[in-house]
Every structure is written in C-alpha cells, then in structure tokens.
C-alpha cells in the first residue's frame, strides 16, 4: 500500500487532472482535500474531452472510488451540473462518489459577492474565478458556514436565510450591485438536500476504514502550490492551502499516512490572473517574447475553469524549487515537454537577481516579487518531435538533459513525463 499526494509545483493549471488520471488506474481511492469549482481538471479520453471541477480526476476509472473531502467547498448547483454531464458521457458514478458531510457549501449570494469584490477592486483585482469560493471560505473562517450536515438541523438553515439577508445588504449598500433572489437560494438547498444527499457522508471515517483494510489513496489537490493561502503569492492565491501537507487536514487521515508527495509541473511556466510572474513572455494579450506566443499557442494556454488565456514564461526552477521545499516533494511529474519541441534553445531560471542580490528562492513581499528578474540558464533545444513518444529511451538527448536539469536544479527527480494529452502519453523514467 502506498498513499500519495499530487499537488500542483506552480500556480497551477499544471496539468494535474490528466497525471492524476493516469496515476488512479494504479490506485483504489482518490480523494480531492481542497478547492472547488475554481479548479479545472481537464481530461481528454478518446473523442472526448471532460472538464471536473468538483469531481476527483479518477472518476473515469470504473473502479476507483472518489471522495470530495472535508477541506473543500461545494456549490450544490455546479456539482449537479458536473454529474448531468458525467451521466451524459456513460460514466458510471453514483457507486462511487462520496461527500463529506463536513463540506461547506457555496451559495449564490457567495457567487455574487465574489463578482462585486473583482468588480469593485479595478485596477487591483486578485483574478479570481467569480465562483464564490473565496466569500465561502471566508463564512468558514469566520465560523458562520454552513456545511452538508447543518442542513438537517433549523438551525442550519436559519443560518443559510442569516447570511443570505448579510450578503444582499453588502451587495445593495456597499457594492451597489443587484441583490441575489431567494429562489436562487433555495434551488440550491433543494439541489443539496435533496438528490446529492444521498451521496454525503463520514468521508473521514470511510477514508481511514479503507486504509486500515490495504487500500491505497491518491490525494489530489488543487491550484499550485504559489498559489497556497500561507505559502504563496499573497494576496494573489486562492482561499484554501495548496500544499501537500493540506492533504491530511482536507480529508481527515493522519500525516503518517502519506507515504509520498509528487509535484506537477509544466516544461515551461504559466499563471492565470494577476501577479508577479518574473519569466514572464506574455501576458495574455501583450507579446513580451515571440516565445511567449509560440508556448501560448502550442500549449493551448487558455484556463479550463475561466477560459481567459494564460500568461507564459520560461520554466521557473526557482518557484519549483520553493514548492519542492515547502510541499516536501519527492519526485516530479512533468507536463506539455512536446510544447518545447522545435525550439533551437530553451532557457531555465535558475534564480532571481534583486537590488544586487542573487535569490534561490522568491521573496515573500509580492512587491518585492515583481522586481525580480531572472537569471536564465540556456540549454540545446531539440528538432526530435517528443510528442507521442511511449519510451523515454527514444526522446532526445537535449530533451533528456533538461530533465536531468530541472531536477538537479529544483531538488526532486524527474520521475513521470506528460508527452501529450492522452492519458496513455506518460512517461516514467529511470
């Protein structure tokens, strides 16, 4: 029995959904520990091309068994979306998904004030995804939350009624936007207490069962690790932690039963939203770097939860090396190295250079983060198309080297490579 935790090793949109996918066909159990709908999975099988948000990547697996843990967020209406469309590609579910009752719940009121926040901020937006998660993690923190269990209680719902009249007077006399009508609400209690009930439960409980039994789990997380509430760019992350220590608190196992933690990053680097991001080459809309365009094109940069194009840069071995050593990474997945082919150098960020200073890891003051500059190292590109290739012994020796690289340079191997969207384009190397 091994246990291990996939995490993003940027600010994400890595490629986890697909890693994690080819990863489950090896597992019993996968079970997502944060995030919610602000999370994108894109999976490609066959013809058809899956977008998750909610749902753990290993669902396409008739086998694996899937848990939304304790430590994410759940809009009841997105979810039943996402299980329409599941049940329309023939994929056999309702056996296999399990809820923890200690979830919280993202309402439309939470949706709302996520849009009048980014609305309102201008010139200083986060770059949030308008889903709600932020307002929903906030009601937790702030201990005012409603989660699934609370439902079957007055008290719960008074509760749901208690912060809907909160969020409609801060939308009307602070945000000066249109208050959320009460039937939104209650279709989405109606939606949650109703058909989706019938998959909540203990998932803590069920989890730790199983493991006492032999079977083996797969923690998926969300976002990146640059993106971790503690530990990344604030305040240009998400509202949960990214990291792979948040595996164990979002599911309710103990830390021991984590035996280890891969990294999932891309070949070269993207971020979504606004931020430092100092191997910038495009910004989404302005050409830094004909390089830029050509990652943006070939990679097909667009968010999968947002649709708004990515920025792209040069591989930053300074930010996976901080991810590495904060997430305790022991090995790397590396996504999208056939977007690299056919460039005749390629050139890797080995450290920052701020105020004469030379940094192996990112200063915490955002502000301080957007005056770095890199210091690139520039290896051989290559002409050999990796694109496709099922033997890691038939890449390239200049594709070969920069993996050597990147792992000599971030302080965790190379173990897996992504050499397309299939899920059957991976490969593991020596």
């Not at 086998?63 to 809009?75: K, L, N």
């Not at 209406?77 to 299980?83: D, G, S, V, Y």
Request: charged share 25%; net charge neutral; glycine share 10%.
């Amino acid at each position: 029995m091994t246990n291990i935790v996939a995490v993003g090793a940027q600010w994400g949109d890595e490629g986890k959904g697909k890693f994690v996918d080819w990863l489950a066909a090896r597992t019993s159990i996968v079970a997502r520990f944060q995030g919610g709908p602000n999370a994108g999975h894109t999976l490609v099988v066959g013809d058809e091309r899956i977008v998750l948000h909610h749902v753990p990547s290993g669902i396409l697996h008739e086998d694996v068994h899937c848990v939304i843990g304790s430590g994410c967020v759940v809009s009841p209406l997105r979810l039943a979306e996402e299980l329409r469309e599941l049940d329309r590609v023939g994929v056999d579910w309702q056996a296999r998904l399990l809820i923890s009752e200690r979830c919280h719940l993202i309402f439309p009121y939470h949706e709302a004030l996520d849009r009048a926040r980014e609305a309102r901020a201008k010139g200083d937006k986060i770059g949030t995804t308008c889903r709600g998660i932020g307002p929903a993690y906030e009601d937790k923190a702030a201990r005012r939350g409603v989660r699934f269990c609370d439902l079957a209680s007055p008290e719960g719902i008074a509760r749901v009624w208690e912060n809907w009249r909160f969020a409609n007077f801060l939308l009307e006399h602070w945000f000066q936007a249109q208050p959320v009508p009460r039937e939104s609400v209650e279709e989405a209690l109606e939606v949650a207490r109703g058909w989706l009930s019938r998959f909540v439960g203990d998932a803590g409980a069920w989890l730790r069962a199983r493991m006492r039994r032999g079977a083996s789990v797969l923690f998926e997380g969300a976002q990146g690790a640059l993106l971790d509430l503690d530990h990344g760019t604030y305040p240009f992350v998400t509202s949960s932690n990214t990291v792979a220590a948040a595996a164990a608190i979002g599911t309710g196992v103990g830390p021991l039963a984590i035996h280890e933690a891969v990294g999932i990053c891309k070949a070269y680097t993207t971020r979504v939203g606004a931020g430092p991001f100092p191997t910038e080459l495009y910004d989404g809309e302005r050409l830094l770097d004909p390089i830029g365009r050509h990652l943006a094109e070939r990679g097909q940069e667009f968010g999968s939860t947002t649709g708004r194009p990515r920025r792209t840069g040069w591989f930053d071995a300074v930010v996976v090396r901080y991810a590495v050593e904060v997430g305790g990474l022991t090995a790397l997945a590396l996504t999208k190295l056939d977007v690299l082919d056919g460039l005749a150098e390629i050139k890797i960020c080995t450290a920052y250079e701020l105020d004469g200073k030379q940094l192996l890891l990112p200063p915490a003051d955002p502000a301080a983060l957007a005056r770095c500059r890199p210091v690139y190292e520039t290896l051989a590109g290559w002409d050999t198309a990796t694109a496709g290739v099922h033997d890691a012994a038939q890449l390239p020796p200049a594709a070969r080297a920069f993996l050597q690289r990147v792992g000599e340079l971030v302080g965790a191997p190379v173990r897996w490579v992504s050499t397309g969207p299939e899920r059957e384009e991976v490969l593991r190397l020596r």
